[in-house]
């Protein structure tokens, strides 16, 4: 909580201390009694051994393999480009029925690459077994290939019932430029979804809508009574369109084409005092509208050229700049950009990373999740009570209101999602029938079956 990342800070912030209650037993203090989920994010802590630790610095980086208590153990690796863990054949809670059918594996070895094609090829050339996909383009038209039509390669989309995550383009509200809504949403209005589905992504994709989607706790439509209860004294103090509209990004008919949306954003523009002079987009001072898009990986470049394209034809200039990972991540740790692609994963019961995700404290916290720098105390109220939620029913109620003003806020442009994990595999490999409703591919339970590996042997390449 003290010397981690940041986001443990805003995770374990009710905790107020840990103390040894016995042999085995640890007792956890909390500020407050509301927190429900509380008990059982402390269950999902590893346990660290103190004589280990006593002699280190925590904060330090190191190569040292630490000593931990999981199933697995490192058990080599070559710095930047793999690491390699091994079984522990003594593993303490192997035989606990929760973890029954599961570590099956005497070896994992995570391969590192730099570059999205080159861990396509990778994997079609068998260097590596397992790959979760997701690049639509790659889905729907690279793996024509003669390991996966003779069935060497299997591909497999499972159904993922988890709320969906929300990508986008990032504003940073940090920025002057990005402090006036309508400035966002006329930028908004010329990233043209549709066309890129059809033309870059095969149609793959849905347009997300919600932070929380493809769950019920997903906003829609007007709010209900509940809601209202909830969002009623927070009028004023959040978008109107809360009260009055269903939130939808903007939808075009795909043909490329988008003269209304960019005639919508220029009528945006003016009365926040910008204009058209010269084919530039300026302010009364002559000062361009211009941005950097920050990118660390080529392969996004497919989806903001468009964007900038368009951005262009009513005088906008978005500049995009794509760094190595380390400078990168200097750059986005101390907020050091105009925009990002960022994305946001959540779980079927929000709680403590919601003050991590879109908190106040967390907007100036160096390396924080809250990339945008939204400081709003209205929404700091409701993820409040969405953490405080004393039941299910609470919970779904609190969180869409918290997904509704967070809509409206247009911090983000919201790209896509597919609702399904594409998962492709050298067929050596068995897993249970029945897969995880919230987590479908769980490599943890699959298996090596060793007929299908006899069977494939000389044979792992494209």
């Known amino acids: 909580k003290a010397k981690g990342p940041p986001m443990y800070a805003s995770y374990y912030a009710d905790v107020l201390k840990a103390e040894k209650a016995g042999e085995r037993k640890v007792l956890f203090t909390f500020r407050n009694a509301e927190n429900r989920e509380l008990p059982l994010i402390l269950g999902q802590l590893p346990a660290l051994p103190s004589k280990w630790w006593?002699?280190?610095d925590f904060e330090k980086s190191s190569l040292e393999v630490a000593l931990s208590s999981?199933?697995?153990?490192?058990?080599?690796?070559?710095v930047g480009r793999s690491i390699t863990y091994r079984r522990v054949p003594d593993w303490w809670a192997k035989d606990l029925w929760m973890n029954r059918g599961r570590s099956n594996f005497e070896t994992l070895r995570y391969e590192y690459y730099r570059d999205a094609e080159v861990t396509f090829e990778a994997f079609k050339a068998g260097e590596t077994d397992v790959r979760r996909e997701n690049s639509g383009r790659n889905w729907m038209t690279r793996y024509d290939v003669p390991a996966v039509k003779e069935g060497r390669i299997k591909r497999e989309e499972l159904p993922n019932?988890?709320?969906?995550?929300m990508q986008g383009f990032v504003f940073n509200l940090r920025r002057e430029l990005f402090k006036d809504r309508r400035v966002r949403e006329a930028i908004g209005l010329m990233y043209d979804f549709e066309w890129q589905n059809k033309n870059l992504s095969y149609g793959f994709f849905t347009r997300s809508r919600s932070f929380f989607g493809n769950s019920e706790l997903e906003a829609k439509g007007l709010p209900s009574p509940e809601e209202l209860k909830i969002l009623?004294?927070?009028?004023?103090k959040i978008p109107d369109e809360v009260f009055t509209k269903e939130y939808n990004p903007p939808k075009?008919?795909?043909s490329g084409n988008?003269?209304?949306?960019?005639?919508?954003?220029?009528?945006?523009?003016?009365?926040?005092?910008?204009?058209?002079?010269?084919g530039k987009m300026t302010d009364k001072n002559g000062k361009k509208l211009a941005f950097e898009l920050l990118l660390n990986e080529a392969g996004f470049e497919r989806m903001a050229l468009p964007v900038k394209q368009n951005l262009e034809r009513i005088g906008i200039e978005m500049n995009v700049r794509t760094v190595d990972t380390s400078q990168y991540r200097r750059r986005t740790d101390s907020y050091d950009f105009d925009m990002v692609i960022d994305l946001w994963g959540q779980a079927i019961s929000p709680g403590n990373e919601q003050r991590e995700f879109w908190g106040s404290n967390a907007a100036d916290k160096p390396g924080g999740r809250n990339s945008m720098g939204l400081k709003d105390p209205a929404v700091d109220q409701l993820i409040e009570l969405v953490i405080a939620a004393p039941d299910r029913d609470s919970l779904v109620v609190r969180t869409r209101c918290l997904d509704r003003v967070l809509q409206w806020h247009e911090f983000l442009i919201p790209q896509f999602r597919s609702g399904k994990e594409l998962v492709a595999y050298w067929n050596r490999f068995s897993r249970p029938e029945k897969t995880a409703k919230y987590s479908p591919v769980a490599f943890d339970t699959w298996w090596l079956d060793e007929a299908k590996d006899r069977a494939l042997q000389g044979k792992q390449a494209q």
Not at 258 to 278: N, T, V, Y
Request: proline content about 9%.
């Open 232 to 236: 009623d004294p927070l009028k004023g």
């Open 252 to 254: 075009t008919d795909g």
């Open 54 to 56: 006593a002699s280190r």
């Open 70 to 78: 999981g199933a697995y153990k490192v058990d080599g690796f070559d």
């Open 161 to 165: 019932e988890m709320p969906q995550p």
């Open 258 to 278: 988008i003269r209304e949306q960019a005639r919508q954003a220029i009528g945006l523009l003016k009365p926040a005092g910008w204009e058209i002079k010269d």
